[in-house]
């Protein structure tokens, strides 16, 4: 029986148009982050299944992991995410690196999905992470995003970055509400929904988690909340200047919780907007990202076109990932970007180049065998002299194959050498773009090529 | 208990500065394809196990391959090599695709193996492969070969490409000797060990193969050729011109069999003197390439250092390849290159550049809190507008702070914006390379970048 030439479900083959297309969202990737003196790191394809353990959320490790038993006996899983990779090796080196530290990476990883559009069994990752910055990390981070989208050509109508704060999200849910943990998620949940559900529906499915109205209240204004002054009216409208609740009296809603809960998420909006980023970067109280490990800033960026509107990246800040390898806290934000979503979103936008043909400097072809050599040599001349991508045509051809062939490529000239040539130890060189066409000497072909 | 802080064993951690050397030495392989026309190609990190069980060596598959069944009982493994993915893939699309078809590729692939010196569970490696073209496609790799290793400054002193040619050796070790596929394989596996051990104890592990000590002598003399003239004194020496061996009456050497055998070898070897390449190419005749599924060229590149004399790179021709697919046969030539040899051998012949230390073109420090946002919308110009690689110290600090944390780094300028300079709206910038210093209105600072 013949053997299946598809890929394994979920992964993909690269042929070249594929390829340059990847290379030319890596390329970007890599570009804006040196910019940014953001350095490349990588790690292991494989990873000892405890890692995740520690740190990733309960449906990668139990529904989504390739993890297997080694022939040694180890428990190891592919690589589903990066970060519990990245923690690891930040603690071998934080302790005499100086701060902030700022990596990138572009893995491809593995997570067992149900393949749909914008979701792959194997797909490529944008990581980037800055370590022991504060804030400032995280006001960077955001701005290396909104650039990264922008080197593509995309503008604040075509893409949002959605930001939220935990320590707010965490003042609202647990402090404010209270909540036991299974709410808790089951609102997480609700709260991601939102925007995909009547407002009416929203109100019910609030309340069926939030028992106490009062509560549900405060719950529902603060899902309307927009801006930094709408978050300011909130706190004034629920909250005295105290800081306690003139509505109820819940104990951890005191003045050091209001100020240390909510103080940073305006200060990160008042930054944003110092330096011009409002256009890009909005306040919206539906981001929360379930991960545990967020502590702080939490960001999603959001596709805004109507057939494609949802999250192609998100990512937060995070204070205690070391901790797993008994190191003392450092903390970090970081964010994830895949390169599926991006694709999908620079398609939806028109935003692609056309990859579907390679691109080359010379085609070199010869008329009469005996050329053959002095072809090949002329090739590698035009090669290692001076760096061109040069295609031979192997075995002697004719002009009009040479053309026919030429269509399938972008070509910059075709370089022939016939008979007559071969004798006068010359070419005939045809520029497909300029539609010019010369005869020169090797000599006087290399000389024109030096003055470039 | 803490979490181990290594990667799984056999695997790497790259920090930046081995992700620096990594990324340069994938550029160049990428450049140097790229001259010679191959396009970018990859597959997916999973392949289903029949593939490699109808392709690869047994041993890769019994001690070496990582499989295991996924969630959906398939039995799957990660990469150990790309032919057969690539073999997959062009049998996808061989028939609508102009020939040849030439493909480069830099996978990580795994292999269960002891790590050691130059051996890893987790590598990279350059695959190219030509498909097609005939026997100018065999040149053409080794060509392609000798210019990689050139583009990393190595010469025909440090590294050489030894060739051999399977049908040659069918010749030798099946049409003359004869020996059944147990015998043939110890053969093979003592000729490739020709090398490291003196010559009177490969004489007696030959006749403990061989038993007739005709053909243990003709094969003896076999394997003390070194060139295409030792070849054709070697054929007339053994053979009479009519191919019928005068030393005995094998029938396999029969007139037709010496020249379809012998022929395209030394063809080859006449065509690399044609184009220069003889400095770096020699005919070897210890090299035969276990695998299945070569029939033409094999061949493999060695360092010649002293400390380090071991092959990096080898590959050959291959007629077969899409016969599993059902398929026609479409002959190809490849060539694979690990990153973990290659890196050995260029730090033996110290022609690794320093990758120690990250560049950034400007270090922007800004010396009072109220700067800030100055600083920053300036190091976003200079990325967004110039390109430039930035890196802000986050958080106001002081001058010898910046030149301490400056050093760690090679850095271009250092960029100060202090009291006077917020005030001026103007800039310090200090060239460490020139050793200069001038003040800036931003203005003139932009002016000046406009015409670099």
């Given amino acids: 029986m013949a053997l299946n030439k598809s890929p394994y479900r979920g992964t993909r083959d690269f042929f070249p148009r594929d390829m340059r297309l990847r290379n030319f969202i890596f390329h970007k990737m890599a570009e804006v982050s040196e910019q940014y003196a953001y350095e490349p790191y990588d790690g292991p394809l494989l990873e000892e299944v405890e890692l995740y353990l520690a740190k990733s959320g309960e449906e990668l490790i139990n529904e989504q992991i390739y993890s297997f038993i080694d022939r040694g006996e180890r428990n190891v899983a592919i690589r589903p995410e990066m970060t519990p990779t990245l923690a690891r090796m930040v603690a071998q080196v934080h302790r005499e690196t100086p701060k902030p530290i700022r990596m990138y990476a572009i893995p491809n990883l593995m997570r067992y999905e149900k393949p749909q559009k914008g979701r792959l069994r194997e797909f490529w990752q944008y990581n980037a992470d800055i370590f022991g910055a504060g804030m400032l990390g995280e006001i960077e981070i955001l701005q290396m995003c909104v650039s990264l989208l922008k080197s593509f050509g995309a503008n604040s109508s075509q893409f949002g970055v959605h930001i939220n704060d935990r320590r707010f999200v965490d003042f609202i849910f647990n402090g404010l509400i209270g909540l036991d943990e299974v709410s808790n998620k089951k609102?997480?949940?609700l709260v991601d929904r939102k925007n995909k559900m009547p407002a009416e529906k929203f109100a019910a499915e609030v309340r069926a988690i939030i028992t106490e109205?009062?509560?549900?209240k405060i719950f529902e204004a603060y899902t309307g909340l927009t801006s930094a002054a709408d978050i300011k009216n909130f706190i004034d409208k629920y909250f005295s200047e105290t800081g306690v609740s003139?509505?109820?009296?819940?104990?951890?809603?005191?003045?050091v919780a209001v100020s240390s809960h909510v103080a940073p998420l305006l200060e990160t909006l008042k930054k944003i907007s110092e330096l011009g980023l409002d256009e890009y970067v909005k306040f919206d109280p539906s981001?929360?990202?379930g991960l545990d490990y967020y502590?702080?800033?939490?960001?999603?960026?959001?596709?805004?076109?109507?057939?494609n509107n949802r999250a192609i990246a998100g990512g937060g800040s995070y204070a205690n990932l070391l901790q797993i390898f008994?190191?003392?806290?450092?903390?970090?934000?970081?964010?994830?970007?895949?390169?599926?979503?991006?694709?999908?979103f620079l398609k939806a936008h028109n935003l692609m180049p056309d990859f579907s043909k390679a691109s080359i400097d010379y085609l070199v072809a010869y008329l009469v065998p005996e050329a053959e050599a002095m072809a090949l040599n002329l090739a590698q001349q035009l090669r290692t002299k001076w760096g061109k991508?040069?295609?031979?045509?192997?075995?002697?051809?004719?002009?009009?194959?040479?053309?026919?062939?030429?269509?399938?490529k972008v070509v910059g000239s075709v370089v022939f050498v016939g008979e007559e040539e071969l004798k006068a130890n010359?070419?005939?060189?045809?520029?497909?773009?300029?539609r010019t066409e010369e005869t020169l000497t090797l000599e006087e072909f290399y000389k024109k090529l030096g003055m470039e």
Same sequence: chains 1, 2.
């Fill in 287 to 289: 981001i929360v990202r």
């Fill in 326 to 344: 008994n190191e003392q806290a450092l903390e970090g934000v970081g964010i994830g970007l895949g390169e599926v979503p991006l694709t999908e």
């Fill in 187 to 189: 609102l997480y949940k």
């Fill in 246 to 255: 003139d509505f109820h009296h819940n104990k951890t809603a005191s003045p």
């Fill in 389 to 408: 991508k040069v295609e031979v045509m192997l075995g002697e051809t004719k002009p009009k194959k040479v053309f026919t062939y030429a269509e399938k």
């Fill in 295 to 307: 502590t702080g800033l939490v960001f999603e960026i959001f596709d805004k076109h109507p057939d």
């Fill in 426 to 434: 010359s070419v005939k060189v045809k520029d497909l773009a300029e």
């Fill in 213 to 216: 109205e009062d509560k549900a």
